[in-house]
């Protein structure tokens, strides 16, 4: 509650928090907000509260959005050859690997530009642990696919074997390396950068606030 008044969502649902520091958290977000006017895009926890509660779509369709990143995949798809793909091997190599031995899943890796076709076995160990997860995570978990166009960065993440740091510099290896190669555009990398690091650390402090009790 904020001012005694139960706080809700857009879709004007009592907002019922699983974990007291998330409710900290947002109660935080609304203390900073114009009295009468809240701008939900500068709130990112009350967002994916929001996103949770009132999500329009069944869970299935969630998480078929979700799969439709799958078999193209930012840390499977690789280029042929040459510096950046020893670069994304190094990064993506290890991620995939801790997921293979924490989940079983084995993700294929190609430099074929339609992207990397996953096995069926990948592909139902995947959707089951999306299936396994909770309205809270799964709202994280589609946010940060669709911010990192990977199913791998997220999951490593949801799964404790990446930090957000790590996950950003995942998410970012393609647009570093060429900024090293060519050169920063100031305003043009500092913006792109600052915008993403906002869309996987907001969804990264949720779920670890989430798991805070």
Known sequence: MLDRKPVRTP?????????????????????WQEKGKPQLHTMPMMSLVAHALDQPRPRDKVIAHIMNYVHTDAACCLYERGTLARRQQEVFGPILEALRQDAGWRFLMSDNI?????????????????????????????????????????????????????????????????????????????????????????PSLFVRLLQMR
Do not use: C, N, Y
């Not at 009592?14 to 977000?29: D, I, K, M, R």
């Not at 096995?119 to 709202?139: N, S």
């Open 11 to 31: 879709g004007k649902k009592l907002a019922v928090l699983p974990s007291h520091p998330l409710a900290l958290a947002v109660a935080a977000e609304w203390e």
């Open 114 to 202: 339609a992207g990397s076709h996953q096995t069926d076995e990948l592909v139902e160990g995947v959707r089951a642990w999306l299936a396994g997860l909770d309205d809270w995570h799964l709202a994280a978990m589609e946010q940060l696919t669709g911010t990192t166009k990977s199913v791998v960065i997220p999951a490593a993440l949801l799964r404790g074997h990446i930090t957000p740091a790590q996950a950003l510099a995942a998410a970012r290896v393609e647009e570093d390396f060429q900024a090293e190669e060519w050169g920063r555009v100031e305003a043009g990398h500092d913006l792109d950068e600052a915008d993403l690091r906002s869309r996987v650390f907001g």
